[in-house]
């Protein structure tokens, strides 16, 4: 797979445009010239729990044995969860706190950013592509994406309105659909395969 | 696929008969000649933003090389999904809650007619239709279709009531669910050959 396919898919699981109204919500509180800070901030952390997972996922995959199909369906079936999630479900306050406090790591790096599906995304990707480098190239190609949609996000949601960036989220889900349930299909086929 | 089944199925996914209601209650404070500008406007916002997914899905489907099959069980499933939800309205949907005040893209443009899953299946149609002439043409005929029900749309309320209206949607909503299905079993179908071949 090339490097804007692999960047592509990551960008979709991360979901900026989806998390943006909620990480709006969060620091909403914080001047202008802090929120950004906050997010530049927040968005490298999850850039290097992303890398992190790239290179050593694979030690603990093969630590426990997990197998290229097993991978590949569990992937597909958590991101095919997400995905339902983006397209029927406007996205839902996972924290009604309203303490003024600096939302450090928690929850913006993880979980919103780096989730379980984004994780487990690179893990498959990690181990299908020899290629070290690219998929390290695709993720931080994907983080300039992020950052740029978090960053432009107050604007965004200001042009097309709340509604707007949900219907958004809602076509971004159904390529993510895409794109779990072609891991499932090929989960299945691999192990499918391995039968005797 | 036929031009005929093309349109046929967007229409009924567009579902312009359900919109109608949705429709009357946005614009009930609007005199009756800016009623049909607004929604002439809001229509080709929508028939915009189709066209424009189209190209857009025939690019991204064909970055990301998704195959035939996972197309048709993934549009199976979503579909599914919709037309169960049509035919079983929650209150959580996207007609509840609407805005009061003069409609601008949002909510009727997008998503109440262009919604996630009429884009979706016309990106899975631009990637399983090579013909850019037919496609294009089921998008045009089947907007017109719905411009024209959504502008007889208080007349056909008059003509059939409320509930006429929601027994039509209730319909297409049926048969949504068998064009679902169908699809994902073709999915299924071809899925199953492939690891046979």
Known sequence: MSIYALALMFFLVANPLGNAPTILTLIKDFDFERQKKIMIRETLISLFIALFFQFFGELFLNLLKINQYALSLTGGIVLFTIALKMIFHPPENLLNSKAKRDPFIVPIAIPLISGPGLMTMIMIQAREEANDLKITSAIILTWVGVAAVLIGAPYLQKLIGKRGLIALEQVMGLILGLISMQMIVKGADLFIKTLP | ?197
């Not at chain 2, 005929?141 to 409320?162: D, E, I, T, Y």
């Open chain 2, 1 to 197: 696929m036929t031009l005929l089944y093309l349109t046929v199925v967007l229409f009924l996914i567009m579902d312009p008969i359900g919109n109608i209601s949705s429709f009357l209650s946005l614009v009930a404070d609007i005199p009756p000649q800016k009623q049909r500008s607004i929604l002439l406007r809001e229509m080709l916002i929508a028939l915009a933003a189709m066209i424009a997914f189209y190209f857009l899905g025939e690019f991204i489907l064909n970055v990301l090389e998704t195959s035939m099959t996972t197309l048709r069980i993934t549009s199976g499933i979503i579909l599914f999904l919709v037309a169960i939800k049509i035919l079983f309205p929650s209150v959580d949907s996207l007609r509840a809650n609407l805005p009061v005040g003069e409609p601008f893209i949002s909510p009727l443009a997008i998503p109440l007619i262009a919604g996630p899953s009429l884009l979706g299946t016309i990106m899975l149609f631009a990637r399983l239709e090579p013909s850019h002439l037919s496609m294009l043409g089921a998008i045009v005929l089947s907007w017109s279709l719905a411009v024209l029900v959504l502008l007889f749309g208080a007349r056909l309320q008059r003509l059939v009531g409320a509930s006429g209206l929601m027994a039509c949607e209730r319909l297409m909503g049926l048969i949504l669910v068998m064009l679902a299905i169908q699809r994902f079993l073709e999915g299924i179908q071809q899925f199953v050959k492939s690891c046979y071949a």
